[in-house]
């Protein structure tokens, strides 16, 4: 009866420990947890890699063709994995940094030509790190 309930979005409020525990129990690939976890109104925890981070080709190529559109790929510390022309002419060379340099919020607050690019450095500053926090929290 109760795991009726559950999949039926009732009021029975388990804890995220009792769904992880019986996603694993059934077995539930990525999906099927994800929705487990909305049908209980409840944020589905993430798997964490702790494989290096790479960005496939498909995406390097549409980045590449984004040649007016300043982008970049970000991986879960806020290291720049991937870009293009337009962002590394509008924010510097990345293939010149070392790989730590190559860091959204080591470039914000330790790189004085990068500041020098934002005109309201300190609110940027400060929503970037509220949204790094945020971000990062998933990876703690």
């Given at each position: 009866t109760?795991?009726?309930?559950?999949e039926q979005g009732r009021d029975i409020r388990p804890s995220a420990q009792v769904l992880n525990?019986?996603?694993?129990?059934?077995?539930?690939?990525?999906?099927?947890?994800?929705?487990?976890?909305?049908?209980?109104?409840?944020q589905a925890p993430q798997a964490v890699s702790s494989a290096?981070?790479?960005v496939d080709e498909p995406l390097q190529?549409?980045?590449?063709?984004?040649?007016h559109q300043p982008a970049y790929v970000l991986g879960r510390r806020w290291d720049v994995l991937a870009w293009n022309r337009a962002?590394?002419?509008?924010?510097?060379?990345?293939?010149?940094?070392?790989?730590?340099?190559?860091n959204i919020m080591?470039?914000?607050?330790?790189?004085?030509?990068?500041?020098?690019l934002l005109v309201d450095w300190e609110s940027v500053a400060r929503v970037s790190l509220a949204m790094f926090r945020a971000d990062s929290a998933r990876y703690a």
């Open positions: 109760w795991y009726t309930w559950l525990t019986l996603a694993d129990a059934l077995r539930l690939d990525e999906a099927e947890r994800r929705h487990l976890f909305t049908l209980n109104n409840r290096p981070e790479c190529r549409m980045l590449a063709n984004l040649t962002a590394d002419m509008l924010f510097g060379g990345y293939d010149t940094l070392d790989r730590d340099e190559r080591h470039r914000l607050f330790a790189d004085p030509a990068h500041r020098k």
